[in-house]
């Protein structure tokens, strides 16, 4: 890369920064990338450039401090992402999983990328996505018309009261199972030991949604609807709990990937017990639930709760 392709942030008088690089990135032609080195960490530009330019660029650190950033700022080649897919229309949420394609966590790839990463064929692809069309029903809900705090409260009854009520269940399944056939089975000590490890992370993950950024989203959507943007809560923005969100969202997409390895894809031995085919039955049933709850929140609720702020922000 070029010196052109490079921007020094430090240098540029502060009232012209972000608009020099969004310049910059608008002229840059799909599939290019250019970057910034900076003397702090620019996410603040990422949630800018995220929220005035949506899903269509990457962002890789090629340096990470303490004394200089460099960022690669890469613009997608030309296509809608798989999150946007989905958000359209979840029916398509099953072709994607067919094939192998993380339209939760990954959402913000272009089909082809994702079809890269999952090493399948594009056309293939695409040619199951329209058959998805003419063979499945319309979808219950189309969670892209939703107001934001309405969405909150779905995804807290729908998939935070269902890992509440399940989650014990399948720890104590998990234990029962493990204890009974662990020593013919070692895996199971390792699915255990995954699934531990997930119920720690998602439990304080929930707390989070729940007590910081669901409410700060509801006052967003109130601040809005009053005309009063004395409502907001005093942060001071909310990309910042939705980059905490996200992170643990890979965290979480990583330990169910570990777990479907573990469960050789949720598939029970030849001659397994009840308790052993429930087990992994209810994994399964977990891991769809938290890829559509993530989805939820990634693809259609994130990009709504920054657009929002974006908008009350210009008053």
């Known amino acids: 890369m070029n010196q052109a392709d490079t921007l020094y942030v430090p240098a540029l008088a502060p009232a012209l920064k972000h608009p020099t690089i969004f310049k910059h990135f608008d002229a840059l032609p799909p599939g290019n990338a250019f970057q910034i080195i900076n003397d702090h960490d620019p996410k603040p530009l990422y949630y800018q450039l995220l929220a005035e330019r949506g899903n269509i660029f990457q962002w890789q650190y090629l340096e990470n401090g303490p004394e200089q950033w460099v960022v690669e700022i890469k613009k997608n080649e030309a296509g809608i992402t798989i999150g946007e897919i989905v958000a359209k229309d979840i029916r398509k949420a099953g072709v994607f999983k067919k094939f192998g394609i993380d339209f939760c966590c990954g ?62 269940v399948i720890l104590e399944l998990a234990e029962k199972v493990t204890a009974r056939h662990g020593a013919q089975h070692q895996n199971l000590c390792l699915v255990l030991a995954l699934y531990k490890k997930l119920q720690e992370e998602l439990n304080a993950h929930f707390l989070k949604e729940e007590n910081i950024l669901f409410p700060f989203i509801k006052g967003l959507v109130a601040a809005k609807k009053a005309k009063n943007e004395g409502l907001l809560y005093e942060f001071l923005s909310i990309s910042e709990p939705i980059e905490m969100m996200e992170s643990e969202h890979e965290i979480a997409g990583e330990l169910l990937g570990h777990l479907r390895l573990a469960t050789d894809d ?33 693809n259609i609720l994130f990009p709504k709760a920054l657009a929002l702020e974006k908008e009350l922000s210009k008053g």
């Open 107 to 168: 959402g913000k790839k272009t089909l082809k990328q994702a079809c890269e990463k999952a090493q399948v064929d594009v056309a293939t692809v695409e040619a199951a996505l329209e058959n998805a069309d003419a063979h499945t029903t319309t979808p219950a809900f189309d969670f892209s018309r939703w107001e934001a705090d309405f969405l909150t409260d779905y995804i807290y009854n729908q998939h935070h009261v269902y890992y509440y009520q399940e989650g014990p």
């Open 266 to 298: 949720f598939t029970p031995p030849a001659g397994s017990c009840n308790s052993f085919r429930l087990l992994y039955s209810k994994l399964q049933d977990l891991e769809a639930d938290l890829q559509q709850h993530i989805h939820l929140e990634n």
